[in-house]
């Protein structure tokens, strides 16, 4: 299969190694990656603080960039990121719309329902959920808002998680509740933000986990601050960094970090 990486602001920005993985264990599975090389935002950000008209070119652009390369032969996109693909599938044809620019909403659906989250794509798509993956730790994994309501993907994070050798899977006490991250919320309503980044740290310790994991690099960034601050020696991995380790990277997420680095 033909698949278009979108690498996410934050991936880009931030976080290169969740890209770079999801590259990485897609070519280990079989298949062609590309990479768009103008992409950029996919408006996200803009919409969900209610800059409407802003977003409209962001997301333009966006429909149009992976639009060509569906039209050169691409066959699903995929995000290592529940959030990205959420504004993908369920912004990107509204704000359209509300612009009055109906062809562009068309647009927006046809590439949104090619567009994938990583572990959407890898069982529903791919139909595996053994990746070959080598990863002796103990992991508990954090379901994000949006994966978990608007991208419904259920438990297929967690089946590919059982499958990963070495790897220890523990429960997270109030799994589906949210860290407090939500973006700009966490900025406009930092108290109450904080609040829910304790109980989930105060979940995610109570589990005794070496990791946490999840699908979003902007939650894992949340809780991840968190836990550097209280120097607790837990680290957040990106679902895809796990998914990606095998026992030639010597059980280690940082072979990932290092090679985004160079």
Do not use: W
Not at 13 to 23: E, G, K, L, S, Y
Not at 51 to 63: E, I, S, W
């Amino acid at each position: 299969m033909r698949i278009a990486v979108v690498a996410t602001c934050l991936g880009d920005a931030m976080f290169p190694q969740a890209p770079i993985a999801t590259v990485q264990l897609l070519e280990r599975l079989g298949h062609e990656v590309v990479f768009p090389a103008d992409q950029t935002c996919c408006g996200q950000m803009h919409v969900n603080t209610g800059y409407l008209d802003t977003a409209l070119p962001v997301v333009r652009h966006h429909v149009e960039v992976f639009g060509r390369a569906l039209d050169d032969g691409v066959d699903a996109i995929v995000a290592p990121s529940g959030s990205c693909v959420g504004c993908v599938r369920h912004q990107h044809a509204m704000v359209a719309r509300r612009a009055g620019d109906e062809g562009l909403a068309q647009a927006a659906e046809e590439g949104a329902a090619r567009t994938f989250e990583l572990s959407e794509l890898l069982v529903d798509v791919l139909g595996v959920t053994d990746v070959g993956a080598y990863y002796p730790h103990r992991v508990t994994y954090h379901p994000t808002c949006h994966s978990l309501r608007m991208l419904r993907v259920g438990d297929k994070p967690l089946q590919l998680l059982r499958a990963v050798r070495g790897l220890q899977l523990v429960e997270l006490p109030e799994a589906e509740v949210c860290c407090g991250f939500g973006g700009t919320f966490a900025v406009k309503n930092a108290e109450t933000s904080t609040a829910m980044l304790a109980d989930k740290m105060a979940n995610v310790l109570s589990s005794r986990a070496e990791v946490c994991t999840a699908g979003d690099s902007s939650c894992l960034m949340h809780i991840g601050g968190g836990l550097s601050r209280l120097r607790s020696g837990v680290r957040t991995v990106h679902l895809a960094e796990i998914l990606a380790s095998t026992d030639r990277d010597d059980a280690s997420t940082d072979i990932v970090f290092e090679e985004a680095s160079r």
